[in-house]
């Protein structure tokens, strides 16, 4: 909540825009000052200042709620957004329907195992008609590493739809309704997301897709501190897009080597040898999510896409929906496809240790796209 926008908390226009222009973007920002020193740098009177600092605060700090009615207001967010299908059985039933909308998900895992083909297929999904199970309406598709591919996504329709997409105009008009666009620096990403949230309600987008978040960074310079700030600042405005327009944000994120020195990502995942925790060199090998704890914080859902040994795996590694469960899958000219729709539940610090082994020998369908 120290994060959330100060252009969002309802405050009067004018104070708004005096706390933009002299950088104060979040609730961080405002409430880490003295009010006097706040009140020096608006240069406005103690009394806005103070009026100020109390919206603020209440805006950040919400009044508690009983379980009662959080679970009314789930079923009511639920009802009004619903989900996106990803048409994989055992996936859908697990996230009680598919991706949710108004919250964030993650696609996670090493390079070429499928996270691009995952986000091509739920565009797909979105933009279908309603009456074939999709969400019938226009996806915007921000391509950082320039993996999309307009005929995959129109041999994954003609091999998973052929009913549909035989009909004459329907590949057009399907990937017509999928908007491309190729950021080519942070700001300029920060720009265009900008822009989308006074046009996503009116243009019918009901899926977001960011491929990928890491890309983006890894191409700043800034590192330390700064990189985190950045990193801060995008996952609050991407979390308050999600809320605001009520449809599924779905990002994708590379994986990094795990350090000799790191624990797993939660002391409670860490297994237990002679009642100690079990030296963490038996993890070196292992790979974990890129961009740091704060982000995986942030992601309400994150699905884990690793190799074992040849075999591919979706695994459902945080949701409130669900015990972390794992299903192997492979991907064939229709799309991914899961081999079971049976889950295989997962305990330890197996949930967020990425696999690769046997990875490197594994060819992509058509050799594209990760």
């Avoid at 104060?24 to 706040?38: V, W």
């Avoid at 226009?138 to 997409?165: A, C, T």
């Avoid at 800034?222 to 979390?239: D, E, N, P, T």
């Avoid at 002391?267 to 704060?294: P, R, W």
Wanted: aromatic share 6%; hydrophobic share 40%.
């Amino acid at each position: 909540m120290a994060n959330k926008l100060i252009g969002e908390m309802g405050l009067h226009t004018k104070i708004s825009n005096i706390f933009a222009a002299r950088n104060i973007i979040t609730a961080k920002d405002a409430l880490s000052m003295p009010e006097f020193e706040l009140m020096e740098l608006i240069d406005v009177g103690m009394k806005e200042t103070k009026s100020a600092v109390a919206l603020i605060s209440e805006a950040t700090s919400p009044p508690c709620q009983s379980a009662r009615s959080l679970l009314e207001r789930k079923v009511e967010n639920e009802h009004l957004s619903g989900h996106l299908p990803t048409h994989l059985k055992g996936l859908d039933e697990t996230l009680c329907g598919g991706i949710p909308c108004g919250v964030l998900t993650e696609l996670v895992g090493p390079p070429g195992i499928g996270k691009s083909q995952f986000c091509m297929k739920l565009a797909l999904s979105a933009s279908f008609p309603a009456a074939y199970g999709g969400l019938d309406g226009r996806v915007v598709y921000i391509d950082v590493e320039s993996k999309f591919s307009s005929r995959r996504v129109i041999e994954m329709g003609l091999e998973s739809f052929p009913e549909v997409f035989h009909l004459k105009g329907m590949a057009q008009e399907m990937a017509g309704r999928i908007l491309v666009l190729r950021p080519t620096s942070l700001a300029n990403f920060t720009e265009s997301i900008q822009e989308l949230k006074d046009s996503i309600l009116q243009n019918q987008v009901k899926l977001l897709v960011i491929d990928s978040m890491t890309a983006l960074l890894s191409g700043e310079n800034k590192q330390g501190a700064q990189r985190q700030h950045q990193l801060g600042w995008h996952i609050s405005f991407l979390k308050s897009l999600a809320e605001f327009s009520r449809i599924p944000i779905v990002v994708t994120n590379q994986v990094r080597s795990q350090n000799r020195d790191e624990t797993s990502q939660y002391s409670f995942q860490a297994t237990l040898k002679d009642g100690l925790q079990e030296h963490t060199k038996t993890y070196d090998s292992h790979l974990v999510a890129a961009l740091g704890i704060n982000w995986a914080h942030a992601v309400t859902i994150r699905l884990v896409l690793e190799a074992k040994s040849g075999q591919r795996i979706i695994k459902v590694a945080k949701s409130p929906m669900s015990p972390p469960l794992a299903f192997p899958f492979h991907i064939t000219s229709a799309g991914i496809s899961l081999l079971s729709d049976k889950g295989t539940e997962l305990k330890g610090p197996g949930i967020n240790t990425i696999h690769a082994r046997g990875h490197s020998d594994m060819i992509n369908f058509h050799g594209e796209c990760s």
